[in-house]
């Protein structure tokens, strides 16, 4: 028996993606039966630079995915988060997609998954679904644009509190499981210099450390010591994907 247009609304709400939640009920129909839960570790790569890519992965809930870029030292640095707001691999190129830097599943949870050429062939089907993409990958390449700049301009200190507020936001919890060292990494700096921040940030009660993890005690102070850029991202979200960028409201402070 087919589902009909509302069980399928509904089911789109309940996947715990937003970029998914956003499809009209008939889009949703075109691509809810070719999805497939997947558990992400944390560490698992999805692609390397190079790699042929053939699926695309929907982080759901508190999962989240980092993209890497591979320098020739072997050193790696983050230039993108994608959480529940997005997905990963295949948004928009045709034909042959060749992966230009690492995806590597950066905080553990559930993903849906489906083969880019099923994607395609939903885009062929259904313009929306071709737009709703689009301008997904426009909203990403913002983020993009806004890190390098961030990069550029801003403090380690601040840079660390965007860091840990972007996380927060697409995970919905204030306990990132994350250690210094793989903070600095993601970072691209020294443990040194990280060490000295977090350091700062529990004399202040912004943060507790925890085995493994770090946990944020103060939302309200975290946004004070973080630059603008995180809700730079924000506000081009709400402009082209109006309600896929994570709300406040879906934070809980620990």
Known sequence: MHASIDQVAIAANDLGNNLLRELRPVDAAIIIPSLQHWEGQRGEILYEPGDNVTEVYFPCGPAMISYLVVLQEGRTAETALVGREGAVGGIVSHGRLPAFARAEVQFPGPFLRMSVAELEDAKQRSSTIEYLFAR????????????????????????????????????GTPLIPLTQEQLAAMLGVGRSYISRVIASFKGRKVIETRRGSLAVTDLDQLKSIACGCNECVRRHFEEVLSGVYPCEDELLVA
């Open 136 to 171: 997904y990958a426009d909203c990403l390449m913002a983020q993009i644009f806004q890190a390098v700049a961030c990069n550029a301009a801003h403090t380690i200190e601040q840079r660390t509190a965007k860091w840990l507020l972007a996380a927060m936001e697409r995970t």
